[in-house]
């Protein structure tokens, strides 16, 4: 292969891709939500919970390899 992929180790680095990946993450949630309201799973949210909403522990839920800023 002549082309082969580059591979960055250091993919949640930059501020805005951090900022999709909590988005998605909550949005993530808010369908887990919906579907416990509807019947359709069994239970609450398990990891890393329902009352960790914080920008830094949603990442370190995300990457827990990730050195984040404190």
Not at 52 to 68: F, G, S, T
């Amino acid at each position: 292969m002549s082309n082969l992929p580059v591979v960055d180790p250091a993919w949640l680095t930059a501020p805005e891709v951090q900022d999709v990946a909590v988005a998605a993450f909550k949005r993530t949630r808010q369908i887990g939500e919906k579907m416990q309201a509807l019947g359709g799973t069994n239970g609450a949210e398990y990891f890393p919970g329902p009352k960790r909403c914080c920008r830094k522990i949603l990442l370190a839920a995300i990457d827990p390899q990730a050195p984040w800023p404190v």
